[in-house]
């Protein structure tokens, strides 16, 4: 989906939304574990 798209149903926008959320969980989880920490 891209940025310029203004028509999205709800649906859309939440999926997207947690997708965001889960890649920035992945990439804390991934950034954590080079610096000995762990994210909840």
Do not use: D, Y
Request: net charge positive; charged share 20%; hydrophobic share 40%.
């Amino acid at each position: 989906m891209s940025n310029s798209e203004v028509c999205a149903s709800p649906l859309e926008l939440f999926n997207s939304i947690t997708t965001q959320g889960e890649h920035v969980r992945a990439l804390k989880a991934g950034n954590a574990s080079k610096l000995g920490f762990t994210w909840k």
